[in-house]
């Protein structure tokens, strides 16, 4: 992870997304609000289950 500062943290994805440091956090914030809505969820599987599948010939 490299800031203004110079190098903070070495290492792959996991070694510094266990170090919980700089690196996670802003890995991290890439996933905030992003909870997944239940209802869109659910009428996505009743649209896809009520599609009839086309018969190959």
């Not at 903070?8 to 266990?18: C, V, Y």
């Not at 170090?19 to 997944?36: I, V």
């Not at 996505?44 to 599609?51: E, P, R």
């Amino acid at each position: 992870m490299i800031t203004d500062e110079g190098i903070q943290e070495r290492g792959d994805h996991r070694q510094l997304i266990e170090e919980n440091g700089l690196y996670t956090h802003y890995y991290n914030l890439q996933f905030e609000g992003t909870e997944p809505d239940m209802n869109e969820i659910f009428e996505l599987g009743n649209d896809l289950c009520s599609v009839k599948p086309e018969r190959f010939h």
